[in-house]
């Protein structure tokens, strides 16, 4: 089986963040660990402009997403796109689903939060926030996805800030949620998502990871941190049991925005944990 292909993709125009260049600090720091063979996607420099439509940046989202597709395309192996907002995560899960098939690719959402908000409601008009609505298949014409993520097969993981707007959307659609476990061992949640994803009747995970699941306490390099998060060994556990139980399709790996260099260096080696957690299962799709 062929090892997993790295895709350095240094967005940052989906976060609502005015620090959102920080991402671009962190995916610099990220690329020194990451295999000579990574695929670096060109990102435009501007912000962009809204297309007439209510996504803040959508025009320099599109050219990423496209143009990490194109990288994508040339690719035979599973691939793990690193260093951009949760926005990044729209080309690696579209080309998994073109692949496997969305009736049998369970992805799972590691997220505090759930990235649900549709465009005509979104306080902020920030991509990020509505990357998982558009991966269902609803939102700006040009980004929702024409053949979408099965709502069955789709699973958040230790997500726990939730708007209004998106409780009700979780529970129309009755997506499934892990949370975060009561009981701060690793092994509740790494069997729950197991347990799961055996459930699912998939063959293949996607698997999405924005930092912010982390809890603060252990990880300080994101944007939006939020109280009472996973540990970073039940995060990673759960992805090794994950990627040992169905194969991985493809990964994200989003939002390391650190402030600074010592920032960067503190948590690296946090980020890197993740990365040998989904390398780790031995099952990579052919």
Do not use: K
């Not at 000579?36 to 996504?55: K, M, R, Y």
């Not at 409601?121 to 509505?130: E, F, Q, V």
């Not at 998982?132 to 230790?158: I, S, W, Y």
């Not at 659609?173 to 949640?189: F, S």
């Amino acid at each position: 089986m062929p090892g997993p292909a790295y895709i350095l993709m240094a967005e940052w125009q989906g976060s609502s963040s005015s620090r959102a260049m920080q991402l671009v600090e962190g995916a610099s720091a990220i690329r020194e660990d990451l295999p000579s063979t990574t695929v670096e996607v060109p990102v435009p420099l501007g912000a962009g402009d809204t297309l007439g439509t209510p996504a803040l940046r959508l025009s320099s989202v599109l050219r990423s997403r496209d143009a990490a597709a194109q990288a994508l395309r040339a690719l035979n192996a599973p691939h793990i796109t690193v260093g951009g907002d949760c926005a990044s995560t729209f080309a690696g899960l579209a080309a998994s689903i073109a692949r496997h098939g969305a009736d049998r690719l369970a992805v799972l959402w590691f997220d505090a939060h759930p990235d649900l908000h549709h465009p005509a409601t979104s306080p902020s008009g920030a991509i990020s926030g509505m990357a998982l609505r558009h991966a269902l298949g609803e939102g700006v014409e040009d980004l929702a996805f024409a053949d979408p993520v099965r709502q069955e097969l789709l699973t958040l993981v230790g997500t726990r800030a939730f708007d209004d707007e998106e409780v009700v959307e979780v529970a129309s659609r009755g997506i499934a949620h892990i949370a975060v476990p009561a009981d701060p061992g690793h092994d509740a949640l790494a069997q729950a998502v197991r347990d799961r994803l055996r459930s699912t009747g998939a063959t293949h995970v996607y698997v999405h990871i924005d930092l912010d699941v982390l809890d603060p306490a252990e990880f300080t390099a994101v944007h939006a941190p939020e109280p009472f998060g996973l540990s970073l060994s039940q995060l990673t556990e759960s992805v090794r049991i994950a990627v040992a139980t169905l194969p991985l399709a493809g990964a994200t790996i989003s939002e390391f925005a650190p402030r600074d260099a010592a920032a960067a260096a503190a948590d690296l080696p946090s980020v890197l944990r993740v990365l040998a957690a989904l390398t780790s299962g031995g099952r990579q799709a052919a």
